[in-house]
């Protein structure tokens, strides 16, 4: 069985008196949070367990804060590896300060338990709430509405299934973001050309430096970011219902890409802009509701080798294009590199272990063509 946890979004329908409760709810756990950073620093502990012990009951007696509420913002600053200034819009809720029933909220406060608070929700998010139980949430404040949201987490079990269908690899890059097996291709001219305005366009807005410049520079990361999850959105989405019943996704494991591949300085920002992790984690829990498997191999070597006749080496991509100097065969570089994604995942059902890349050589593992 595989678990799944998605977050629903929803407004929370407050009065005055239950929205200065939240509000002044917030600002108390934002406190809370800077003073259990300043005792962090301090002490030089970064231990969940260590903190507690050292400022739980300093931190509840000053904030009149509930007690779970203290708990989340002690485990919010252990979590907080930057060791910034907590001024966020958000706090967090457990099972202890939270309940969800009959599309109603019930939850802690400074000024006690809220309870019953009904919530604004349209029918998509009541399909995704009704009959089902939340030990979870986030509460969220919008400045520029000047309303609070709740995010209740939900949890879905879904049945493991074998697949019987195809395996389609997939590529994930820059000039397309993303290429298939199957020959379906997103490219990533558009975003690539966006990234690089918004770049200039942050650039000049820094070197101003005025207050009008930074909340601009603020307006236009968020502006940014919405674009780009609503890309992913819709390319993750084509993927999955591309794929039919028993087919399995193939993926490669790109953890720790920024930290192991080497750029010019001019590629660095928009690779490290870059939001392949997102699209991975929407492909992945699409693919759930559906029924279909994501698996990951190892991505050394797939963008030089050759589909056709498992040749490796670094001259067989130009750019765009794969030519393999071995064999002569000649594909789009993405849609080769999903080729051998795939490639390599069934090697490893044949071998019964991951199967070990080819090092470039005149010698070379002879592979079937990929479709």
């Not at 969800?100 to 809220?114: A, C, P, Q, T, Y």
């Not at 969220?140 to 269908?165: E, L, Q, R, W």
């Not at 300085?265 to 994501?294: C, D, P």
Request: aromatic share 8%; glycine share 6%.
């Amino acid at each position: 069985m595989k678990k799944l946890t998605k977050t629903v979004k929803c407004k929370l329908i407050l009065d005055d008196e239950q929205f200065n409760s939240i509000k002044n709810t917030l600002a108390s756990f934002n406190n809370a949070c800077n003073d259990i950073l300043q005792i962090s620093k301090e002490y030089k502990v970064k231990s969940k367990f260590k903190l507690q012990k050292l400022c739980y009951y300093v931190i509840k007696d000053r904030y009149k804060l509930p007690a779970n509420l203290v708990v989340r913002a002690i485990a919010r600053v252990s979590a907080n590896k930057k060791s910034k200034i907590f001024n966020g819009l958000s706090f967090d809720l457990d099972a202890r300060t939270f309940s969800f029933k009959n599309m109603k909220v019930s939850m802690s406060s400074i000024n006690g338990r809220l309870k019953n608070i009904p919530i604004g929700i349209g029918d998509y998010q009541r399909n995704m709430l009704d009959g089902k139980s939340s030990t979870s949430a986030k509460i969220v404040y919008d400045k520029k509405h000047k309303c609070f949201f709740i995010h209740i987490a939900v949890g879905y079990v879904f049945s493991d299934t074998v697949p019987s269908g195809n395996v389609i690899g997939i590529d994930r890059g820059l000039y397309n973001i993303a290429y298939t097996t199957a020959r379906l291709k997103f490219s990533g001219k558009q975003a690539m050309h966006k990234r690089k305005q918004n770049i200039k366009l942050r650039a000049s807005l820094q070197a101003k430096g005025t207050k009008g410049s930074k909340k601009l520079l603020k307006r236009l990361g968020g502006k940014e970011k919405r674009w780009m999850t609503d890309i992913n959105h819709n390319i993750s989405k084509q993927i999955v219902n591309n794929a039919g019943k028993g087919d399995m996704l193939i993926l490669e494991d790109l953890k720790y890409i920024r930290e192991r591949i080497k750029l010019a300085k001019k590629q660095r920002t928009i690779v490290h802009s870059w939001a392949f992790g997102q699209l991975q984690n929407f492909i992945e829990y699409k693919a759930m509701e559906k029924g279909l498997i994501v698996a990951y191999v190892d991505p050394r070597y797939t963008s030089q080798r050759c589909s056709e006749c498992g040749f490796v080496h670094r001259s067989n991509r130009n750019s765009h294009k794969f030519i393999c100097k071995e064999c002569g065969y000649t594909a789009n570089a993405d849609y080769n590199a999903s080729c051998n994604i795939r490639r390599v995942y069934l090697d490893t059902l044949a071998d019964g272990v991951m199967s070990k890349t080819p090092k470039a050589s005149p010698a070379r593992a002879v592979a079937s063509p990929c479709l």
